[in-house]
């Protein structure tokens, strides 16, 4: 027996009964058909290729064939948030000698933190930020 709502000839259904209205089914009966019809397909092609595979091996001739690979969907990278980026601008060392040399002029007459570097190095990034032309 159907729904109540249904049988009191009510347009709607009640969401717990089991009954389908006519459109839904015929739409569920096209998609199921459609399915069959593809696997028809799939399994004929797949017969004919093993014919023509023991036709050619018949003669002492081996041909294999293959199926298609299917392509893999590439992942979109996710998008590097401000924050992270600022950090690595960060972490990355000054890459000209100017740059080093004005960091090493910031951290020792700013905060007057000694520089570690080898005494060699530090001297020539003296001599390059103040010239002995005085």
């Known amino acids: 027996m159907g729904c109540w709502a249904g049988v009191a000839g009510f347009p709607f259904h009640c969401k717990r009964c089991s009954w389908i209205g006519e459109k ?26 093993k014919k023509k595979v023991s036709q050619i091996s018949e003669f ?15 992942k979109k990278k996710k998008k590097k948030k401000k924050r992270e980026k600022r950090r690595k601008e960060q972490k990355q060392p000054p890459k000209s000698i100017a740059s080093l ?5 910031r951290s020792t007459f700013t905060t007057n933190s ?3 570097l080898s005494p060699g190095l530090s001297l020539s990034l003296s001599l390059y930020l103040y010239p002995l032309s005085s």
Do not use: W
């Not at 002492?60 to 590439?74: A, M």
């Open 101 to 105: 040399a004005c960091l090493i002029h």
């Open 60 to 74: 002492g001739v081996y041909v294999f064939y293959h199926k298609r690979k299917k392509k893999k969907k590439k």
């Open 114 to 116: 000694f520089c570690v």
């Open 24 to 49: 839904k089914q015929e739409t569920r009966n096209k998609r199921q058909e459609t399915r069959d019809k593809k696997q028809e397909t799939r399994n004929r092609k797949e017969k004919e290729r």
